[in-house]
Every structure is written in structure tokens, then in C-alpha cells.
């Protein structure tokens, strides 16, 4: 895999207290890895201080799975 998405995918165990097994490109954040709002909130905020990036709230409502976060970093650092 892609060094973007290891990077992610150490985030979203952090935030989320999730194995690393369970953060698949197809992993729905609500659902498939029990996120609730607060997690997301903490999980955008760690994305946008480690990858120097900014996730605007309307662009984060849309993340539903976690390909969906990643296509929006590969997007901001090209």
C-alpha cells in the first residue's frame, strides 16, 4: 500500500482504537470501525496537524469510508 494511506490508517487506529486489520480502503468510519462524531472531529484534527493539510467541516461530513478521506488527502497534496 501507498504511504498516504499507512499514514491514515495509523491515525484512524490511534483515534478510533481500532485494529489495523480493521482499516480497509472500504472500512465505513460509522459503521464498519464505530466511530461517533467526536471521533471524527478528533480524527480530522489529527489528519489536518499530521499531513499539514485542511479539511473544511462540509468536505469531512462526506468522509463515509476511509477511501473517501484518503482520495481527499492524495487531492490536497498534489
Same mark, same amino acid.
Given at each position: ?7 491514515? $490508517?495509523?491515525?484512524?487506529? !490511534?483515534? @478510533?482504537?481500532?485494529?489495523? !486489520? ?20 478528533? @480524527? ?14 462540509? $468536505? ?9 478521506? @484518503? ?8
Amino acid at each position: 500500500m501507498d504511504e498516504l494511506f499507512n499514514q491514515l $490508517k495509523e491515525l484512524i487506529v !490511534d483515534k @478510533l482504537e481500532v485494529s489495523a !486489520d480493521a482499516v480497509t480502503l472500504d472500512a465505513r468510519f460509522r459503521e464498519d470501525l464505530g466511530a461517533d462524531s467526536l471521533d471524527t472531529y478528533e @480524527l480530522v484534527y489529527a489528519i489536518e496537524s499530521e499531513m499539514d493539510i485542511e479539511v473544511p467541516d462540509e $468536505k469531512a461530513n462526506e468522509f463515509e469510508k476511509v477511501s473517501d478521506a @484518503l482520495d481527499y488527502i492524495k487531492s490536497q497534496k498534489n
